[in-house]
Every structure is written in C-alpha cells, then in structure tokens.
C-alpha cells in the first residue's frame, strides 16, 4: 500500500541556514503529496500539498517538488526563522478513501 | 471558520476505566477522521466518516475502541476498558468531501495511570 519514508531527526539549524527534510514514497498510481506542520501544543496544519508530477507546492517559504523519478518529495527552506522550529510531517493518502498515511515527522529546532 | 474543536484537551485516567472524546468539526464539512499519534510517530489512521455513516473502521486497534457521527455533525471516540498503552494523543481531522486536505484539531493527550 501507499507509504512514505521520512528523514529522521532531530534537525538543528541556525537562523538563515538552509532547510531540506527528505520524503520519499511509495504509492500505486500518482496520488497527492502534502507536507504538514505540527508547532508545539497545535494541532497539525497544511504547509502545502502537490497533486501531480513535477508539481511544486509552496508556502510560507517553504517548497516541495513531487519528483516521479525519485520518489520523492523533500522540503527545502531557503532561510529558516526560529518560528519555523516545529515538527514536520510528509504524507500521502492511503489506497482507499482520504485517509492519510503519516511519516514519523522530523523535528526542527531553529536556534538564533 | 471556528476550526476543528475537540474535547477535552487532556485525560487522565485509571487502566481499566472508559473514556470518551468528543471532536466537532469544521461546520460544512462532511467527513470526520480519528487518528492516533504516539510520542515521536505520525498520526496512525484509526477510522472516518462521511456524514453519519463510518465508511472505514477496520483499523480500529480493537473492539476496546468505538466511534460515532449520530447526525453528522460531532462525533465520539470511546475506549472501553483502557490500557496503560491506550496512552496517546487522540486526533481528530474533518475535510470537503471529494477534496483532499484534512484541517486537524489540537487533539485529546489521553493518560492511563
């Protein structure tokens, strides 16, 4: 069934460095990719989502490129900020229905 | 655009006993996800709905585990007879039917003494 591989953690960057957190997947067919965010004490929220092939989604500063070839579906920042300090989730739908399959996260902690 | 509420926010309880959560949904949305995350893990898929009926419950961890949507609106989680290792934070998600984006709510931290 449709799974993903997350880059474990912890990450810890320095304010202005460069962010990639890797994903990679495994699916049948071409299904959505999305990137959520957990901040500490909140609950998970949508960074940005890609819905096919050499789609980049984007926010916050934040960029994902669902990459066919690869697999994959790495996080990059340019600059990190402290706020950004949070957990990061990469995630597909399941075979069947909406529901989602989770990486484990990657947590990231931004320090000035 | 209240955002997805649930309810309480924190439980504390004794191995043995049951509990119940409550999740309220984004108002127009018609379907309703549990999920359970455990320390250092991403949420685990446990069961949804689409309005009042549950389309997917075969990932339910037991018959210990019961979930609800009576008039498509809220909904309720049960755990009959709770295990130290029921220990966990309770998820619950509500998106458009048809879309794919999920909006979560701060979720339930379930203690099991």
């Known amino acids: 069934g449709n799974s993903v591989t997350q880059m474990e953690g912890p990450v810890t960057l320095s304010e202005e460095a460069f962010l990639t957190i890797n994903c990679t997947y495994t699916?049948?067919?071409?299904?959505?990719l999305f990137w959520y965010v957990q901040y500490p004490g909140e609950g998970l929220q949508l960074l940005l989502k890609a819905t096919k092939a050499d789609d980049k989604g984007s926010n916050k500063g934040f960029e994902a490129t669902y990459r066919k070839e690869t697999t994959s579906f790495h996080l990059e920042k340019g600059s990190v900020q402290v706020s950004d300090s949070a957990v990061y989730f990469c995630?597909?739908?399941?075979?069947?229905?909406?529901?989602?399959?989770f990486g484990t996260g990657t947590s990231l902690t931004v320090i000035p | 655009d209240t955002g997805v509420s649930q309810d309480p926010r924190h439980k504390i309880t004794k191995r043995g006993q049951n509990v119940t959560f409550r999740c309220d949904p984004i108002?127009?949305?018609?379907?309703l996800y549990w999920y359970r995350q455990t320390l250092g893990q991403g949420p685990e898929f446990l069961t949804y709905f689409q309005n009042e009926a549950q389309l997917e419950k075969s990932r339910l961890l037991s018959d210990r585990f019961s979930a609800e949507r009576p008039k498509g609106s809220f909904s309720t989680l049960e755990i009959q007879r709770t295990e130290q290792g029921d220990s966990a934070m309770y998820l619950c998600a509500s998106s458009i039917g048809g879309q794919n984006i999920q909006y979560f709510g701060a979720g339930t931290r379930l203690s099991v003494l």
């Open positions: 699916a049948t067919g071409y299904p959505s």
């Open positions: 108002s127009e949305h018609n379907r």
């Open positions: 995630a597909l739908p399941l075979n069947t229905g909406n529901q989602f399959y």
